[in-house]
């Protein structure tokens, strides 16, 4: 029942928005609400860097895809999602075409050596114990704004968990 009320607004909302050519994001706030995240942390740096590297776990508990098309933070000049991958022996990066997509039931983690998020020209070291506030952008003009804290590696006890 709550599925297909949620459905229904959100096809209703689709439709007064085409017919307004305006969204409030009030509207869309459904969507960013299926997006679940967690095992959040970023690495901390040295002094001096201006590059960084962030990690969590996102679990879409809503009934269609979310897409995330952009990162807004105050710490770094930019960021976005990156996907690490090897060739020729190096590892390199890149980031992820037309954003991160996030099937309906569907988990995807952000780990070392995989999918993450970079911050590019650091506004300040990230030094452990502190946190930052970093916005996920959904394609439908939705957010997610979450604090996450400054970690120098993933809690042991917790265990590295890889996808
Ligand atoms: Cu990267």
Redesign the pocket.
Known sequence: MFIEFTRARAVLASALCNALLVCSTSVWADRAQSLQISKAWLRATPPGASVD?GYFTLLNHGNRTLRIVGIQTALAKSAEI?QSFERDGREQ?RSVEGGLAIGPGQTVALTPGSY?L?LMGLDHALVAGTSGVITLLLDDGSKLVTTIPVLTEWPATEGKESP
Do not use: D, S
Request: glycine content about 0%; overall charge neutral; cysteine-free.
């Open positions: 590297a990156h990066m993450h970079m």
